[in-house]
């Protein structure tokens, strides 16, 4: 009897800059001809998830990071955002509040992924959101990959939430940071999942910053309670591969990819040889 | 040696963990007697009232005169120059003065400790910096609380010791985990979701519909994991309010803890039976 070919997902949690990391380790998986079934991505993570999934070469996908994650993309301040936030009655606060305008974040989602969607992927993709209002995962696999990834993307506070098909979404971090669980349901028999801590801001000296900071420490404890479930009860086999940085990298610290995705390479490195014994047996 | 020691483990939910009263009561009347009480953030005041062997009824007038709106005095305005950037803001900073609650927290507690109480008493705090789990098992009971309870933002975290901590619900909303840590092989738990927003108009709407969100989600990863990873036998009493009762409603005080009696004796033949070795296989 012929065994089947095992199916191997890579899982690309939250962690904005960091997810570069991933570039590092799909080069390595590349150079050794191991390729992926699917892709899983959250929040930062979908960027990359889909530039792989669409069939970017890494280098390309580096290139593409530039482009879509860079200071430009915060520059914007939403100022009416900000206003309502101390005057909510007459600057009319709702749910749509955000501090950084998404004008050229989106303006580059789209010079990038045009009008693509998941049907358009060379392999499955999916891509993880919350529900604003449940904070239920929402995993999206169907429809524009620019809607999916700005809803992926929305980091609370800092960008709206985005609605899909009538439902408002915001960051999958704040669900399933690294959505092993997608992977495990969708038949995966290996599962490379690449995961982040969030960083904290270096000095609490504002409201916002407090509540940001609060916010890392939440998505941290909710990663580690996740992750620790998925863990322990699934029977796929699940490689963590946790970068080390020796410096914090901060949201929008891209100067620092480079470093990140050497990073990444190294992490994959050290797991090569499991996961090809693991593809052999 | 004590077999099947039983615990009883309140979590966050403010006001509503005077369900766990109802718990205390219908346990009592069974004669069964916990061996240990573990609570986080508003479950701690009910831990501490329960272990310090605080009667029922008495614990019920506690309740009335603890949470009142007066508490929250100074909370927009403050919140207006915080915002504003009037005042800073930073680690030390909150929304609300503490001063109200603390006093009354101190009528009841005292300088009561935790060598004061008739079994075991764990309170679950967060590191502020690195949201690690702190779980204070001795020293002053209100300082313990005061820590638990420091709802982000909203009350300054507390310094023990060395430690700056904040509310336990950013680490571990319902603490089985200490109770198995402890040794219980009958674990009682009470817990709750924290509300969520239907409508977000203010800021703080907004940071603490995220909060809850991601407390939510912590609460139920760590839930399914404990509970499908430890042996301990994990009851949760998860009492039904009907309509939504807001966190500080204390007109509902009487109804909550009906509902948390209701909701244990259903779960009371089972204990029981756990408690005298029966064996329901």
């Given at each position: 009897m012929a065994t089947r070919k095992k199916k191997i997902a890579l899982v690309i949690g939250a962690g904005s800059v960091k997810c570069a990391a991933a570039l590092g380790l799909w080069k390595v998986l590349v150079q050794e001809d191991i390729h992926f079934d699917m892709i899983v991505g959250c929040s930062g993570g979908s960027l990359y998830a889909t530039s792989m999934a669409l069939g970017f070469t890494p280098d390309e996908s580096a290139e593409n990071t530039k482009k879509l994650w860079n200071q430009a993309v915060t520059e914007k301040r939403n100022w009416r955002g900000l206003a309502s936030a101390f005057l909510p009655g007459i600057f009319k606060f709702n749910d749509q509040f955000s501090m950084?305008?998404?004008?050229?974040?989106?303006?580059?989602?789209?010079?990038?992924?045009?009008?693509?969607?998941?049907?358009?992927?060379?392999?499955?993709?999916?891509?993880?959101?919350?529900?604003?209002?449940?904070?239920?995962?929402?995993?999206?696999?169907?429809?524009?990959?620019?809607?999916?990834l700005r809803a992926s993307i929305a980091i609370p506070y800092i960008w709206s939430a985005w609605t899909i098909n009538g439902r408002q979404l915001v960051d999958g971090g704040a669900a399933n940071p690294l959505p092993v669980d997608v992977a495990i349901r969708e038949g995966a028999d290996i599962i490379i999942a690449m995961g982040f801590q969030s960083p904290f801001p270096s000095k609490i000296k504002s409201v916002s910053r407090y509540a940001f900071h609060i916010n890392s420490l939440l998505t941290n404890n909710l990663y580690q309670a996740n992750f620790a479930f998925h863990n322990a009860v699934h029977h796929a086999e699940i490689i963590s591969i946790f970068p080390d940085f020796d410096r914090p990298i901060k949201l929008f610290d891209t100067h620092e990819i480079p470093y990140v995705i050497e990073q990444g390479e190294k992490a994959m490195r050290a797991q090569l040889d499991y996961v090809k014994r693991l593809l052999e047996s | 040696m004590h077999k099947n020691r039983l615990s009883v483990v309140i979590g966050s939910g403010g006001v509503l963990c005077a369900a766990s009263l109802g718990l205390s009561k219908a346990l009592s009347r069974e004669g069964l007697i916990p061996g240990m009480a573990v609570g986080c953030s508003g479950g701690s005041i009910y831990a501490a009232i329960i272990a310090l062997g605080i009667e029922p009824d008495e614990a019920e007038q506690l309740t009335l005169n603890l949470f009142t709106s007066d508490v929250f005095e100074g909370y927009t305005s403050n919140l207006k120059s915080a915002l504003s950037g009037e005042t800073r803001f930073t680690e030390a900073s909150s929304l609300i003065d503490d001063n109200i609650m603390y006093e009354r927290l101190k009528s009841v507690f005292g300088e009561k400790s935790f060598s004061d109480t008739s079994f075991p008493l764990h309170i679950v705090a967060t590191e502020f910096y690195t949201g690690e789990r702190v779980v204070i098992s001795s020293g002053k009971i209100l300082d313990a609380i005061r820590a638990s309870i420091a709802i982000p933002m909203i009350f300054s975290p507390w310094k023990i010791g060395e430690q700056l901590l904040v509310d336990g619900a950013v680490c571990d909303p319902l603490p089985i985990d200490v109770a198995i840590q402890q040794g219980s092989d009958v674990i009682a738990a009470v817990g709750f979701e924290m509300p969520t927003r239907k409508r977000m108009n203010s800021y703080t709407a907004v940071t603490t519909h995220f909060n809850s969100i991601y407390m939510n989600n912590i609460l139920k990863s760590t839930f399914a994991f404990y509970n499908a990873v430890h042996h301990a036998e994990i009851i949760p009493i998860l009492p039904d309010f009907e309509k939504p009762v807001g966190t500080f409603d204390t007109s509902q005080i009487p109804h909550i803890i009906a509902q948390g009696e209701k909701a244990a004796e259903q779960h009371i033949p089972y204990i029981k039976q756990l408690m005298t070795g029966i064996d329901i296989a």
């Open positions: 950084i305008d998404d004008g050229p974040m989106l303006k580059r989602l789209r010079m990038v992924f045009e009008e693509k969607t998941f049907a358009d992927t060379k392999l499955p993709l999916y891509l993880m959101a919350t529900d604003l209002y449940t904070g239920e995962a929402v995993a999206m696999h169907e429809g524009s990959l620019v809607d999916a | -």
